[in-house]
């Protein structure tokens, strides 16, 4: 069997990291890495299932030379068996999470995927919703030629509690998915038509009860409702009105009587933005020829004196826990153009970082330009904590966060319609951001034309999203210069204060002490956060305030007093893992005396006086041994029953009532009592 560590590191991903378990399995022998990859945890998942779902690149990629080596790629097709996952291979958990390089891998590994799960999905529906269209077209091209060669979980274990998602119409359909057969319909129709029908999706979480779903042709989505196939649902996105201000307000013509908003849902059937629709083009900067062309326009608005520059940073994702990556990519869009800026290249510390950090400053420094970005100001904190070397990073002014102008330029619009970058574009400029990119490799050389795009869209879109909040607000930049709004134009200071990771001095009150936490350190309008190893103080001010915030300083008193809570607080914690250990022992203890007392037969269980048994005399038997006695431990409901262990026995006139506690820390204000000897009950 698995050994604890090794099992309890490869089933979690989301709390400690994969690869200090998977190099146990280095140097074992071909049966022993075969039990411990299939070993199957109690949602029936097993190891290999969990890497290819949340599983770092570099350890996948080690995984499929150890399975090379010892001849075990068959192994990447084992299923899972859970009650709502029976069916689902390593290709299928991939393809939930959207990993294109991942699926990709396996794919061209030769893994199976004429594989139909317990749910009616098969990877290409799956991939039809969560990759790209060219991985789409290779998983296709390696199905079956013939229906009867597929493994059809949906047959032999069909999963009946409820309807899904992402269903493949050749499988999934069946009088569960589709009461009343209205889909199967359309489908055949569709089909007779012309057109692929690759996957049948729901539509909402209520489709869970109501079956109303869609089918999607392609790329193209109708949306069918309550079953009825000739009632198309129809999404109104009339929200761009023009801003009037009344009594000193700002409304939307548009606004709904009595303070509702509208809100917007997602519609799949909107285009998507690409470069040439936004009015841009792309260039790639990755040398100091090339850097040397970001220098701004004299103006790119009409009626304006200022140069709006849209910022957006790309970086390598994070697999597990703790782990952070430095920006890989920046981009930089301003007068038509959208430059993709490879920091990884250019960001490097050296001779040149200096000539590199001038030329970037004068975007980022110049008084004339307006940086604009969605969430920008954590793309600027990543800069500064990425490369502390640079000083074009530490101090930005004339920064406009697109996320709260949003809600300004649109009242009338739901906030939840507002909350990212794609959800804004969609309200503001009709279109939708193809979000396939958003976590590919971006610190792998060289970039591909799919991730130059995507970077240079997030950027460009950022612009003419400022454009069309700015034309809704009356007098913008009267608006923004006075004290109604003066807060939606802000300056940024980042200091680097020290690295974390760096070890505590003994002398704190040193002049030149640079403290690795935040415990000692006052930071005016601003905080104090670590960042890719670096003890960073972000300092943000409204560009009207009559002030500037001083820089940080290091408090030794503030330190002191901070050390000790600190110390408080990890001596709290210990104490409460040693009590919850202790907890746990008594806890084991008692269920192993418990698995250890005598068994007896489900007519022992009523008490009387010719076994021995009194009123208020322990009955000698535990509540398992009665319960499992009770239910059929080898039963639908056997060793799934989970209780407390108090219990009790009461004798009547011509009865026995065994009296049992289930879930008694629940409700704990009712729980069960037995009270005056037995007479009454709670």
Aim: proline share 5%; aromatic share 6%.
């Amino acid at each position: 069997m698995y050994d604890k560590q090794v099992e309890y590191v490869l089933h979690h991903p989301n709390h400690v990291l994969f690869e200090g378990a998977f190099k146990e399995l280095e140097g074992m022998t071909r049966a022993e890495v075969e039990e411990k990859l299939t070993h199957q945890d109690k949602w029936g998942k097993n190891s290999l299932h969990r890497i290819c779902w949340k599983g770092p690149i570099p350890v996948i990629t080690s995984l499929l030379s150890l399975l090379r080596l010892h001849s075990l790629l068959p192994l990447l097709d084992t299923i899972s068996t859970g009650r709502g996952n029976y069916g689902k291979t390593c290709v299928f958990y991939a393809l939930t999470q959207g990993r294109e390089e991942v699926v990709e891998m396996l794919v061209r590994e030769g893994v199976r995927v004429g594989v139909v799960n317990n749910k009616g999905q098969t990877p290409t529906s799956l991939a039809v919703g969560h990759v790209s269209e060219e991985l789409t077209n290779l998983i296709e091209s390696k199905e079956p030629s013939s229906t009867s060669s597929w493994l059809n979980y949906r047959l032999t274990n069909p999963d009946l509690e409820r309807t899904y998602g992402d269903l493949d119409p050749r499988f999934g359909l069946d009088t569960l998915n589709d009461p009343g057969g209205k889909l199967r319909e359309i489908v055949t129709r569709s089909e007779s038509e012309g057109k692929k029908v690759r996957v049948v999706k729901q539509t909402t979480r209520e489709s869970r009860k109501t079956c109303n779903m869609k089918v999607v042709e392609g790329s193209a989505a109708k949306w069918w409702g309550g079953g009825d196939a000739g009632k198309v649902k129809v999404v109104d996105r009339n929200v761009k009105t023009k801003k009037k201000r009344k009594g000193g307000e700002v409304k939307s013509a548009g606004e709904v009587e009595g303070g509702e908003k509208k809100q917007i849902k997602d519609d799949e059937t909107m285009e998507f933005a690409t470069l040439a629709k936004l009015g841009y083009k792309s260039v790639v900067v990755d040398t100091l020829s090339g850097l040397a062309l970001l220098t701004p326009p004299t103006v790119i608005l009409s009626g304006c004196d200022y140069i709006v520059v849209g910022v957006d940073c790309e970086w390598r994702p994070a697999w597990a826990k703790g782990e952070e990556n430095p920006v890989a990519v920046m981009q930089i869009a301003m007068g038509g153009t959208a430059y993709v800026v490879d920091m990884a290249e250019m960001g490097r510390e050296g001779p040149e970082s200096e000539l590199v950090s001038e030329i970037l400053g004068g975007v980022f420094k110049n008084l004339k330009t307006i940086v604009v970005g969605f969430g920008v100001k954590g793309d600027l904190l990543k800069l500064a904590a990425s490369f502390p070397h640079m000083s074009c990073f530490t101090e930005v002014h004339n920064v406009i966060d697109l996320a709260p102008l949003g809600r300004v330029a649109n009242p009338s619009t739901s906030p939840s319609s507002l909350t990212s970058l794609s959800k804004t574009a969609q309200v503001e400029l009709n279109v939708r951001l193809n979000k396939g990119q958003q976590m590919s490799l971006w610190d792998r050389r060289p970039l591909t034309s799919a991730q130059v795009e995507y970077a240079a869209v997030d950027a460009a879109v950022c612009v003419r999203l400022f454009e069309s909040m700015r034309r809704k607000i009356d007098d913008f930049d009267e608006f923004v210069s006075s004290q109604r709004g003066g807060w939606l134009k802000s300056n940024f200071r980042f200091t680097l204060l020290g690295r974390s990771s760096s070890p505590s001095p003994s002398t704190p009150s040193q002049p030149n002490f640079l403290c690795p936490t935040a415990w000692g350190w006052k930071t005016p309008g601003g905080t104090t956060k670590a960042s890719l190893g670096n003890l960073m103080a972000t300092q943000q001010w409204d560009s009207i305030a009559p002030s500037v915030p001083g820089v940080p300083t290091f408090d030794p008193d503030l330190y002191k007093i901070r050390e000790v809570r600190e110390s408080e607080r990890l001596r709290q914690r210990s104490y409460s893992r040693k009590l919850a250990l202790e907890r746990k022992a008594r806890r084991e203890k008692s269920e192993e005396a418990g698995r250890g007392g005598r068994r007896v037969k489900l007519g022992d269980v009523f008490v009387s006086e010719r076994h021995g048994i009194k009123m208020g005399v322990p009955c000698g038997m535990t509540k398992r041994d009665v319960i499992e006695n009770l239910v059929n431990p080898d039963g639908e409901y056997g060793g799934g029953i989970e209780y407390n262990l108090r219990s009790g026995v009461i004798e009547l006139a011509d009865a026995t009532l065994l009296f049992v506690n289930l879930g008694g820390a629940r409700h704990k204000k009712y729980r069960n009592d037995v009270l005056e000897g037995g007479r009454k009950i709670t």
